[in-house]
């Protein structure tokens, strides 16, 4: 219903569609080193979810796998679950907004994973998250994961 609503003929030209994949192994959560290209913070790196905008007429769990392969090189079947909504300012443009729909996606621990070493993804426990200097807005899909019932405590 909210989807429907932002996603209005009227609203579509200002809002663009985002997936955040929130993936748990174990009692660890993954996440990507970002390298920051802004000239006040060139150099230093920060800490997201896979996420990334849904492309043309994509729908949002397609995208959720496209995005998880194109920035961690996993792949395979996963049993995504939505998360929760989140709806942003686009940074990149003026009077833009982004809407997006994080998903939680558990693997067996078992299950071995390849890694791509090329985007400096890494796991972490989770109650350590939040000590990591974390890419902006991140914290609205901690506290989605956090309410969710979804994660084992």
Known sequence: MIYSIFMSENNQKNIKKAVAIIVQRGEKLLLLKESINKSYEKGKERWSFPLGKVEGNEDILNA??????EETGMSGIFDFKINGLFFLNDKTQKNKYILGTSFFCKLPS???IKINKENKTMWFKIGKIKECKL??????LIENYEQSKFPEK
Not at 64 to 69: G, I, N, P, V
Not at 135 to 140: K, L
């Open 110 to 112: 078992f299950r071995k």
């Open 135 to 140: 890419r902006q807005n991140m914290e609205v």
């Open 64 to 69: 959720a796998y496209r995005e998880l392969k």
